[in-house]
């Protein structure tokens, strides 16, 4: 059984231009948030996604944008990219159903902004 | 807003020594995790405290939770070098139909030295 897998590794852009991330979520589950990881600090909750919707959202501009598939797959775009979002993003994946829905952590993408 | 603290931030300590890492939160949470994390890498799950008084143990770390206090301790026995990693608390809420959302302390950079 794959866990959550992410891609690209590792990813490298210039100021002003665009990216995409991408998730596969753990089998069984279809929920899937996005956290970013900035160096020396605690992830910090970007938005959650579920039924293809945008469930949640933390405290992050509208540069920052996602989509879910229905196959529960994931992608997080961040455009116009600034210096200050190069940081290790994190996807997690959870079932909704159920009381019990602990989130998984991917092995995450490094994105560097210059 | 739920803050999540925790202290010490950096914490050195020899081998063979006992010390604790403490978590504090500001509000009622539904479940708290810890996890750690070796550098340049994701998310380890280490523990899962779901009700008042909760204590779990692996190896030489063991986790408590007091909802009272809104505390959680992660205990280091005996310590060794291969402990030596960022620990991360994270409290859990979840809100209705909206999922849940995890908040993260800034982590506990903890160094083992021979």
């Known amino acids: 059984d794959a866990g959550v897998t992410q891609s690209p590794t590792h990813l490298i852009k210039t100021r002003g231009q665009q990216v995409t991330l991408r998730c596969s979520p753990k089998?069984?589950?279809?929920?899937v948030s996005w956290y970013q990881q900035a160096l020396g600090q605690g992830p910090q909750f970007i938005f959650q996604?579920?039924?293809?919707?945008?469930?949640q959202r933390g405290n992050f501009p509208d540069r920052f944008s996602g989509h879910q598939y229905p196959n529960y797959s994931s992608e997080l775009n961040v455009n116009a990219l600034l210096l200050g979002d190069s940081a290790l993003y994190l996807c997690a994946s959870s079932r909704t159903s159920g009381n019990y829905n602990e989130q998984f952590f991917g092995p995450g993408t490094r994105l560097t902004v210059l | 807003e739920l803050k999540v603290e925790q202290n010490p931030l950096f914490l050195s300590m020899q081998e063979g020594k006992n010390y604790t890492i403490y978590c504090n939160y500001s509000t009622t949470s539904d479940r708290l995790y810890w996890y750690r994390q070796d550098p340049g890498k994701s998310l380890e799950s280490l523990f899962v405290?779901?009700?008042?008084?909760a204590v779990k143990q692996e190896g030489r770390l063991m986790a408590s939770l007091d909802t009272k206090a809104r505390l959680s301790t992660l205990h280091i026995t005996a310590a060794v070098h291969d402990l030596s990693a960022t620990y991360f608390c994270?409290?859990?809420?979840?809100?209705?139909?909206?999922?849940?959302?995890?908040?993260f302390g800034e982590g506990t950079q903890l160094t083992v030295n021979p």
């Open positions: 996604y579920y039924e293809e919707e945008e469930r």
């Open positions: 089998s069984g589950h279809d929920t």
């Open positions: 994270a409290v859990d809420i979840i809100s209705g139909t909206s999922g849940s959302r995890l908040t």
């Open positions: 405290l779901l009700s008042n008084g």
